[in-house]
């Protein structure tokens, strides 16, 4: 496809960069720009560099933070004594958004992933031992992907400070709310029949 | 959805506002930008600014342009004596794609649409004329959009030109190539028989 004008040209390499944005969208979405005020385009343009240059990473629990300790962890009011290790920052965010849980996280920035080149040292692991030096946190949870790398990585974890006194779980996994039996897989079953959970009428 | 930042919310807010851009995608653009090296994002961030601030429209054609005069127009090998009516930029490209047109172009910048509030008025209509005043036009081709509006277009424009000593054509519209007889609309199908053209073999 040739482009009218190189500026133009130039936009559309840029945006078709991202992901899952080919050069037909991403033409569209320039043009988009073109037809609107001037100012849209500007503050988008200015919001995706500050983006990179302005977010920071919390120094205790590696999720972005607009200051060098992040809202949650510089919230006195959270729980110290459980510890949520997560992913990704993402995690974070679909944790936060249920509501139901109060304490801290930890992003470990990636699982242990030896097919993408990842092993324990790109982690945040030193900051898990870091958070569990204080001595404050009771419970490390583990909320990793239900994958065979997700479940390495928890086990890695698990194995390097199982010597030390805190309790170990993970999140729970079964079948999901609104799920039919009938279409469930068969492990997913299995499991939420193993760790089947007393019945509570309020739930 | 709460943010553990404000600058990931802001640009989650911006890049959302994108057409076909929900806060899901929005926010997996952003995370993806974060993990790519910072100067992608501020390429990026650069070339949509660039965008709206440097891309100029050809004073002939209303084509965009990084000069005055579109690359096109200033082209001295292209053909003075027809002159193709489209809708948008992007139609110059989709033309220009095929190969198979060496003429000049005009840019109406849109359709008479009354249900958008577009009439005569808002379209690059006087450029038509400041073009057909050069005597050179021999033939003005209509490439619109073979919708009602784009057929009100065409003849808004016919009408008001018609006394000039010009040709008009329209584009052909017929059944495209690879489709099969029987599931083509009956309009297109209807038109293609009308307007047949000679056999030729080395099509």
Same mark, same amino acid.
């Given at each position: 496809?040739?482009?009218?004008?190189?500026?133009?040209?130039?936009?559309?390499?840029?945006?078709?960069?991202?992901?899952?944005?080919?050069?037909?969208?991403?033409?569209?979405?320039?043009?988009?720009?073109?037809?609107?005020?001037?100012?849209?385009?500007?503050?988008?343009?200015?919001?995706?560099?500050?983006?990179?240059?302005?977010?920071?990473?919390?120094?205790?629990?590696?999720?972005?933070?607009?200051?060098?300790?992040?809202?949650?962890?510089?919230?006195?009011?959270?729980?110290?004594?459980?510890?949520?290790?997560?992913?990704?920052?993402?995690?974070?965010?679909?944790?936060?958004?249920?509501?139901?849980?109060?304490?801290?996280?930890?992003?470990?920035?990636?699982?242990?992933?030896?097919?993408?080149?990842?092993?324990?040292?790109?982690?945040? /692991?030193?900051?898990?031992?870091?958070?569990?030096?204080?001595?404050?946190?009771?419970?490390?949870?583990?909320?990793?992907?239900?994958?065979?790398?997700?479940?390495?990585?928890?086990?890695?974890?698990?194995?390097?400070?199982?010597?030390?006194?805190?309790?170990?779980?993970?999140?729970?996994?079964? /079948?999901?709310?609104?799920?039919?039996?009938?279409?469930?897989?068969?492990?997913?079953?299995?499991?939420?029949?193993?760790?089947?959970?007393?019945?509570?009428?309020?739930?």
């Amino acid at each position: 496809m040739e482009y009218p004008s190189k500026v133009l040209a130039k936009a559309v390499e840029e945006i078709s960069g991202l992901p899952g944005i080919g050069k037909k969208s991403a033409l569209r979405l320039a043009l988009h720009l073109l037809r609107q005020p001037e100012s849209q385009a500007m503050v988008l343009g200015e919001s995706l560099q500050k983006l990179v240059t302005d977010i920071k990473y919390c120094r205790d629990c590696h999720n972005f933070s607009d200051a060098e300790i992040c809202e949650i962890c510089s919230n006195p009011k959270r729980n110290d004594e459980v510890l949520c290790i997560v992913e990704d920052v993402r995690d974070v965010m679909a944790i936060e958004n249920t509501g139901k849980y109060r304490g801290r996280y930890l992003v470990l920035g990636g699982k242990i992933s030896p097919m993408e080149g990842i092993g324990p040292n790109q982690l945040n /692991i030193p900051a898990i031992e870091r958070k569990l030096e204080t001595g404050s946190v009771k419970e490390l949870i583990f909320a990793l992907s239900a994958t065979m790398e997700g479940d390495t990585t928890t086990y890695y974890i698990y194995k390097k400070f199982k010597h030390l006194k805190v309790n170990f779980s993970t999140i729970a996994r079964g /079948i999901s709310v609104g799920d039919e039996l009938e279409y469930a897989d068969e492990i997913s079953l299995g499991r939420s029949i193993q760790n089947r959970v007393p019945y509570d009428e309020k739930d």
